[in-house]
């Protein structure tokens, strides 16, 4: 298990780095601010280049995935997703999207995160940042079908299913990273309130999400942590050690050791 000790003020459990004009300098600013970030990928060929930007980096941590809404016209990057995985603890984006525009490649998807977390499984010590809109049951059902605790720790990222469909992830093993838009409607705060306390993390899924006019970076899960901790009505300091505490599991199921202060 690789050991590393550094200060760390938020967590950011899904984001795009590559997809900013400057992901070196977006890389910089996540290591000056202090926020540790899971740096998602859409395509297996875009992997090579984010190991480069971030290789060796204590808080940007590269994830390999192939995003569901690509799949159809990515399919042939199977393999190298696969050969990927070998290579990284860390998926991610990878899962399912049942929205209307992306039905023709359900069954590809269905057919590429299976082998996802079979291999996951095979190999164990992995963490998978998952795509679930509008598929959460079917997203569930692989994660039991192919996966188990023992070997993959799931993370539902920006899930919007049912609280039923979170009690049961809940029960799979799953964690769950929020995000500010998660919080701006009723229905999306009574889901998150319902969430278990040891599961909760946070993130951006920036560049697609926004303040204003622009889009949202890593330093923004600060103001997420407050808004979630008035949502489960704790003190900001109190959300921010509960982050950091699942965040240290997490990292630590995938080998990495992150000991860490958290200043308020």
């Known amino acids: 298990m690789t050991q590393q000790h550094t200060t760390v003020r938020r967590f950011d459990f899904h984001c795009h780095i590559d997809l900013y004009p400057d992901p070196a300098a977006m890389i910089a600013a996540c290591e000056r601010s202090a926020i540790v970030t899971l740096a998602v990928t859409t395509t297996p060929n875009a992997w090579p280049q984010n190991r480069k930007w971030t290789g060796g980096n204590l808080y940007v941590h590269p994830a390999i995935g192939l995003h569901p809404e690509v799949v159809g016209e990515r399919y042939d990057e199977l393999p190298l997703l696969e050969a990927g995985i070998r290579d990284s603890r860390l998926i991610g984006e990878v899962g399912l999207d049942g929205s209307q525009q992306h039905r023709?490649?359900?069954?590809?998807q269905i057919e590429v995160f299976g082998r996802v977390l079979a291999e996951a499984e095979r190999l164990g010590g992995r963490v998978?940042?998952?795509h679930s809109r509008r598929a959460a049951r079917d997203v569930l059902n692989s994660i039991e079908e192919h996966t188990t605790r023992a070997h993959v720790l799931p993370i539902l990222h920006w899930f919007s299913g049912s609280i039923a469909d979170a009690r049961k992830a809940a029960e799979l093993g799953c964690y769950?990273?929020?995000n500010a838009r998660s919080l701006d409607h009723e229905t999306g705060t009574a889901l998150i309130r319902s969430l278990p306390d040891?599961?909760?993390?946070?993130?951006?899924?920036?560049?697609f999400t926004s303040i204003g006019d622009r889009a949202t970076t890593p330093c923004d899960v600060v103001t997420t942590v407050e808004r979630l901790a008035a949502v489960r009505?704790?003190?900001v300091q109190e959300m921010a050690q509960l982050v950091?505490?699942?965040?240290q599991r997490v990292f630590a199921f995938a080998g990495l050791n992150l000991e860490v202060d958290t200043p308020a």
């Open 104 to 108: 023709k490649s359900w069954k590809r």
């Open 128 to 130: 998978v940042s998952i």
């Open 176 to 178: 769950f990273s929020v």
């Open 198 to 207: 040891d599961r909760l993390l946070t993130e951006t899924d920036g560049p």
């Open 233 to 235: 009505s704790i003190t």
């Open 244 to 247: 950091a505490a699942n965040a």
